[in-house]
């Protein structure tokens, strides 16, 4: 079995399907108006309108409701990419620090407010 992917819905497809672009750095790829996709050499972040999950009534995710899950990004220069998103960023949780198992992480929150890490890991 593969995990094919992690998918946040919301209700602003093209905001936050904008907001991954700009972090990622990669186009998303986008089959329905409904439905965004952000492909990573190491997984796939779909972005979902709350259309895609309809048939699921009450049960259906909330979109802008998670306190849960981290985002998770490994990247090469956690200061970089600070650097490089800062101003692009409304809600900033922790500016790059080096976390006592050694990783380098900055978190923000994305425009639903869903939490996101960019890490680096400690060279050995």
């Known amino acids: 079995m593969d995990l094919a992917s992690i998918r946040i819905i919301t209700h602003d ?11 990622t750095g990669t186009v998303a790829t986008r089959p329905a108006p409904v439905f965004a996709e952000i492909r990573t050499t190491s997984g796939t972040l779909a972005v979902a309108s ?3 999950v309809a048939m699921l009534g009450d049960q259906a995710p909330k979109p802008a409701s998670n306190n849960t899950i981290v985002i998770e ?30 990783n380098r992480s900055t978190l923000f929150r994305d425009p639903d407010g869903n939490l ?6 400690p060279s050995l």
Not at 13 to 23: I, Q, S
Not at 77 to 92: K, S
Not at 116 to 121: G, K, P, Y
């Open 116 to 121: 996101v890490n960019l890490f680096s890991r």
């Open 50 to 52: 709350t259309a895609t």
């Open 73 to 102: 990004f490994l990247v090469t220069d956690v200061d970089a990419e600070f650097a490089r998103l800062e101003n692009e960023l409304d809600d900033i949780v922790l500016e790059p620090t080096t976390m006592p198992w050694g």
């Open 13 to 23: 497809v093209d905001r936050l399907a904008r907001f991954y672009e700009t972090v």
